[in-house]
């Protein structure tokens, strides 16, 4: 059974950070890529971070790049958000996504990220 499992959100100030992570389990298939995703109240379900395991390339959203990192623990299915410099939009609900190469998308529960003063 595939299972993401996502950890280390909270409460934080404006200006802190924060590292998500994300094991994932189960999986028999091979997959095309991992992500983080967000959904922040009242709005849809957006890309934030992405890792192409082919090549290994992140790539960002706009309203992230030079503040968020998105890392794999090497040989290990274990997948970081390291979130700087963070700001009241950022408040969302992230999630970690993996799809594979035969167009199977699996999610985990998510994990609430709070920023506030």
């Known amino acids: 059974q595939v299972q993401l499992v996502e950890s280390g959100g909270g409460l934080v100030q404006p200006g802190g950070s924060l590292r998500l992570s994300c094991v994932i389990s189960?999986?028999?298939?091979?997959?095309?890529?991992v992500s983080w995703c967000r959904q922040a109240p009242g709005k849809g379900r957006e890309l934030v971070a992405t890792?192409?395991?082919?090549?290994?390339?992140?790539t960002y959203k706009d309203p992230v790049k030079g503040r968020f990192t998105m890392s794999r623990e090497n040989g290990k299915d274990w997948f970081y958000l390291q979130m700087n410099s963070l700001q009241p939009e950022d408040t969302a609900v992230y999630y970690c996504?993996?799809?594979?190469?035969?167009?199977?998308?699996?999610w985990g529960q998510g994990t609430e990220v709070t920023v506030s003063s």
């Open positions: 189960g999986f028999t298939s091979s997959r095309k890529a």
């Open positions: 996504k993996a799809a594979t190469w035969a167009g199977y998308v699996y």
């Open positions: 890792i192409p395991l082919a090549d290994g390339r992140t």
